[in-house]
């Protein structure tokens, strides 16, 4: 079974950093892309980074910069590093992969190039002084 289960997030000031970690089970990490995307309350879902079987990042311009995307193959794992948080990057963050499962539902993010098949329950970053 496909799963990832994400963990890292809580509350920061402004200007502080986050490593959100995710750790996946049902496949390897290292056969698929494997990124992050969130959601703000009364907002849409907004695609972060992703990065592909053959190492190529991807970052929304946004964020560029500020976030760096990882994986860890012998923990079969995926890491998001955000530095310089702002009060905006409040949201529930997702780990995702391009590993479809047996349910239809996709995900694309018009500013990345990774549709994604299978994401976590999402931990929430707070961003406050």
């Known amino acids: 079974q496909v799963q990832l289960v994400e963990s890292g997030g809580g509350l920061v000031q402004p200007g502080g950093s986050l490593r959100l970690s995710c750790v996946a089970s049902?496949?390897?990490?290292?056969?698929?892309?494997i990124g992050w995307f969130r959601r703000a309350p009364g907002k849409e879902r907004e695609g972060l980074a992703c990065?592909?079987?053959?190492?190529?990042?991807y970052y929304t311009d946004f964020d560029k910069g500020r976030f760096t995307v990882s994986r860890d193959s012998a923990n079969n794992s995926g890491y998001l590093q955000m530095n310089i948080l702002k009060p905006e990057d409040n949201a529930t963050y997702y780990c995702?992969?391009?590993?479809?499962?047996?349910?239809?539902?996709?995900?694309?993010?018009?500013?990345?190039?990774?549709?994604?098949?299978?994401w976590g329950q999402g931990t929430q970053v707070t961003v406050s002084s």
């Open positions: 995702a992969s391009t590993k479809r499962t047996s349910s239809s539902t996709t995900y694309r993010p018009p500013t990345l190039p990774c549709t994604f098949g299978s």
């Open positions: 990065l592909d079987s053959g190492g190529t990042a």
């Open positions: 049902g496949f390897t990490v290292d056969e698929f892309a």
